[in-house]
């Protein structure tokens, strides 16, 4: 059975990155009918944040990622690493480390000055002699001394690492017995029966240090799959400066889980040129072998293009939700279904939404001085007047089609271009010279209103 996991550390939000690390796992575990694993790993307790920790749950809810079981805290699982590393410390395969910060400190400058790799230098390797007094020992994995380390990478590859580049007997436990990250990581991944490991590729140079841990306790190697990062049009790391970086700021921006996932599935994995996955197809087509090598760019035109495609083609019944999140009711507004048409091909986002929303149904405070100036001309007073009169001498005004014959016949009896009744009838309705159609605003805000909105640009 193929088993995923998704493994974030507390001590923030939930990153853009992270999520996509969590989609693609979801994806291959569900595909092959496996098991996906949520595990919050918080052993680093001077930075853990449980705030951060139920953030992080929380946009797991909002994107709809369910995972497999309860979710596993590493806290709860102290005592399981520490008979681990007891158990390596048994076997000779790992020892008491009495070296003092001091003493480390000197010896990283010391190889510093010589232009070398700083690294611990396994003094108490083979240590056998009386402890120092007044030193709590750390412990430390036997590391292999020569050769190499090859990680079999589903995407990248092989990828050999020279033990003497990268390696020394790095710690698994601190002084106060608390565990190290890649100890605990190889540890939890094989013991909760994980089998394929996908994430970030910062975390490769890692890998060989979490295979010497499953290499000392026997345990099964899974497959690895390093995703390459997200980067900005630059190509550097994305950060705040390119766009949200926190999962949950894209509900507050509007985005739809929908569409947040389907820009994140083609962020580095493509199939042919096809740009809209639905989670059923996600499901059918995803398989972690085709993710590129190469760093993909985040591109926030492509997510609003994404979003505004599934705003299209959400029913207006599920839009009402969705805009309650934003501030906007509209379950029992009669008029709904024509509001959310009228402003759905026009928005990218629910937050302009419901901004498209409020500048319907409440009437302008003030009027766009650009707009006045290109759009409310000397003969527009006597356009509306007539637009006024014929609109209070007209019957059964319910439709859209209702108010564009009213439109149709002052045009035609005025001699005028729809332009001449358009533009200053929309500064009257919006008070500015964009948004919806005006037939749909009409019928949406009613005769009363209309008249009312006209009245008061007359006035201005």
Known sequence: MVVTRFAPSPTGYLHIGGLRTALLSYLWARRNNG?????????????NDEAAARAIVEAFKWVGLEHDG??????SRLKIYQEYAQKLLDEGKAYKCYMSKEELDALREEQTARKERAKYDNRYRDFTGTPPEGCEAVIRIKAP???????????????????????????IARADGTPTYNFVVAVDDALMGVTDVIRGDDHLSNTPKQIVVYKALGFPLPKFFHVPMIHNSEGKKLSKRDGATDVMMYKQMGYTPEALLNFLVRLGWSHGDQEIFSMNEMLELFDPSDINRSASVYNVDKLDWLNSHYLKNTPNDKLCELLEFHGVMLI???KREILLDAIKERAKTLAEMAVLVSEILVSPAEYDEAAL?????????????AFAAALKGAKDLHLPTDYHHVMEAVVTEMGIGFGKIGQPLRIALMGKLS????????AIIGVDETLKRIESLLKY
């Open 332 to 334: 029992s507004h009669d």
């Open 145 to 171: 001394l020569e050769g190499s380390i090859t990680v079999h990478d589903g995407v990248k590859g092989d990828v050999v690492f020279n033990v003497a580049d990268i390696l020394d007997d790095f710690i």
């Open 35 to 47: 098991k996906f694993l949520l595990r919050i790993e918080d052993t680093d307790f001077s930075r």
């Open 373 to 385: 100036k290109k759009g409310y001309k000397e003969e527009s007073r006597a356009i509306l007047e």
């Open 435 to 442: 948004g919806p159609g005006l037939d749909n605003v009409m």
């Open 70 to 75: 309860v979710i596993e805290y590493q806290s």
